[in-house]
T-cell receptor, first 112, second 112 residues
Framework: SQTIHQWPATLVQPVGSPLSLECTVE??????LYWYRQAAGRGLQLLFY??????ISSEVPQNLSASRPQDRQFILSSKKLLLSDSGFYLC???????????FGPGTRLTVL | QQQVKQSPQSLIVQKGGISIINCAYE??????FPWYQQFPGKGPALLIA?????SEKKEGRFTISFNKSAKQFSLHIMDSQPGDSATYFC???????????FGGGTRVLVKP
């Protein structure tokens, strides 16, 4: 069966510091991968998605970036965090031929 | 442009009652309509999904009703339980599409 992991689970970072969040999927190959952000009490905002290694599509211009160095690894980064980057970051995956996305447990990021 | 409009934003129902959440979409090219359930601090989980070739799909106490001509679909939670208290998101996707577009979410509280 497939499993999706995210780490860290929680993170508190000062403004201006760098960020690296990691997502990995087990039990599947060549998945589509997604990064979402969810502000407190709000909906899901798609940030990036990837259909293959090195292929990244950006949905929202901002100070975040994403990379996919391996087939089942998706990384969300920032060089300098802003207060507005605080939120709940969710990674998701889907099989290439199907529509259903499966979400990871999320990372709670607080920027102070 | 908001592609999926979800209502209500919040809902309070007594234990044993029926919770009804509605979503409306604009693009007739959408052909996959899932509902996700999210508990606080957790990632969303797929609850139930429907395609436009059927008008209703039932899984346990959860039912999706789909009205293709009106471009609307709804989630009905029968015999609502306190454990159903969560935020529910509808979503839409095109055939073989890579992205899901989510509604704004509905926070459901089931009172014992």
């Amino acid at each position: 069966s497939q499993t999706i992991h995210q780490w860290p689970a929680t993170l508190v970072q000062p403004v201006g510091s760098p960020l690296s969040l990691e997502c990995t999927v087990e039990g599947t190959s060549n998945p589509n991968l997604y990064w979402y952000r969810q502000a407190a009490g709000r909906g899901l905002q798609l940030l990036f998605y990837s259909v293959g290694i090195g292929q990244i599509s950006s949905e929202v211009p901002q100070n975040l970036s994403a990379s996919r160095p391996q087939d089942r690894q998706f990384i969300l980064s920032s060089k300098k965090l802003l207060l507005s980057d605080s939120g709940f970051y969710l990674c998701a995956w889907k099989p290439g031929d199907f529509n259903t996305q499966y979400f990871g447990p999320g990372t709670r990021l607080t920027v102070l | 442009q908001q592609q999926v409009k979800q209502s209500p934003q919040s809902l309070i129902v007594q234990k044993g009652g029926i919770s009804i959440i509605n979503c409306a979409y604009e693009n007739t090219a959408f052909d996959y309509f899932p509902w996700y359930q999210q508990f606080p601090g957790k990632g969303p989980a797929l609850l139930i999904a429907i395609r436009p070739d059927v008008s209703e799909k039932k899984e346990g106490r959860f039912t999706i009703s789909f009205n293709k001509s009106a471009k609307q679909f709804s989630l009905h939670i029968m015999d609502s339980q306190p454990g159903d208290s969560a935020t529910y998101f509808c979503a839409v996707s095109k055939a073989a599409g890579n992205k899901l577009t989510f509604g704004g979410g509905t926070r459901v509280l089931v009172k014992p």
